[in-house]
């Protein structure tokens, strides 16, 4: 098994960064890739952006390209998001997951989520 723990979330002023944490602990081997989703109050929890374990290969959802960054570092076990340029519309709890392959849709496990405020 995969433990995830993210941290870093809170309230921050429309234009503000805040960064993300996810720490990993276990089977961390097993993991092919690192993403972050994140979820609004009623809405369905959506692709963020997603980071290869060992070779760092990155993607983006089209509404964060060029304002969030994901990055890793695997000697710690910890995957960042950092998040510029924040707009209200990004509020949601963002999640940490392990992926088995580069699918978004092939999650193994999910930390328990950070809230992110963004106010307008």
């Known amino acids: 098994q995969v433990q995830l723990v993210e941290s870093g979330g809170g309230l921050v002023q429309a234009g503000g960064s805040l960064r993300l944490s996810c720490a990993a602990s276990g089977r961390t081997f097993s993991m092919y890739s690192v993403g972050w989703f994140r979820q609004a109050p009623g809405r369905e929890r959506d692709f963020v952006a997603a980071i290869t374990w060992v070779i760092g290969r990155t993607r983006y959802a089209d509404s964060v390209k060029g304002r969030f960054t994901i990055s890793r570092d695997n000697v710690k076990n910890m995957v960042y998001l950092q998040m510029n340029g924040l707009k209200p519309e990004d509020t949601a709890v963002y999640y940490c997951?392990?992926?088995?392959?580069?699918?978004?849709?092939?999650?193994?496990?999910w930390g328990q989520g950070t809230q992110v405020t963004v106010s307008s």
């Open positions: 997951a392990a992926l088995r392959t580069w699918s978004v849709d092939e999650v193994d496990y």
